[in-house]
């Protein structure tokens, strides 16, 4: 846990030095320096953090800041949209477009504290990748909204967010 709170805390004050007013990066430099920093924590064996100042809002069904893959294509994903009950696994999913240079995806689901649980997937283009929250991320569902930030497993990249509630 160490080394995710680390990772976690990089990934972090990375994000908000670069947001800041005046830093002087485009998109694309700050883009991959997230996913330089999601390398990076994923070879020191915490992977695909995404982006965990990303939060989703169930009133707009949209994360904030959002994340969007650069050339990737589009990304559609799929959550609950009515609160899930805090026994209850909810069904996640990704439909993987048909141009996606991935070949697994890592989901990495934020809770309503700020803990964080990844599951892998295998990425085929053209289907729907699919995973079950709590089950399959070894976590414990809490009340509240969940934040999920699909990745490119190999390099780190932030591909697309969506997110859930649990009451």
């Known amino acids: 846990m160490k080394t995710l709170g680390t990772a976690l805390c990089g990934a972090a004050v990375l994000l908000v030095t670069a947001c800041g007013g005046g830093h002087g990066y485009s998109p694309e430099e700050l883009n991959e320096m997230i996913a330089d920093a999601v ?8 992977g695909g953090l995404g982006v965990p100042d990303t939060s989703f809002d169930p009133t707009t069904y949209m994360c904030a800041p959002a994340v969007d893959a650069p050339d990737a294509g589009s990304w559609r994903t799929e959550a609950p949209r ?10 996640l999913g990704v439909l993987v477009p048909a ?40 976590a ?8 999920v930030v699909w990745s490119d497993t190999e390099s780190g990249t932030p591909l697309t967010c969506d997110g859930f509630e649990v009451d």
């Not at 390398?39 to 915490?46: E, F, K, L, Y």
């Not at 414990?140 to 969940?146: I, L, M, N």
């Open 82 to 91: 009515s609160p899930a009950d805090r026994g209850e696994a909810v069904e």
């Open 140 to 147: 414990r569902a809490e009340s509240g909204v969940h934040t």
């Open 39 to 46: 390398r990076t924590s994923a070879r020191d064996g915490v």
């Open 99 to 138: 141009d996606a240079g991935a070949s697994s995806l890592t989901a990495s689901v934020i809770g309503p504290g700020g803990e964080s649980s990844t599951a892998g997937a295998e990425a085929v283009p053209g289907e729907w990748s699919r995973l079950r929250y709590p089950d399959d991320f070894g």
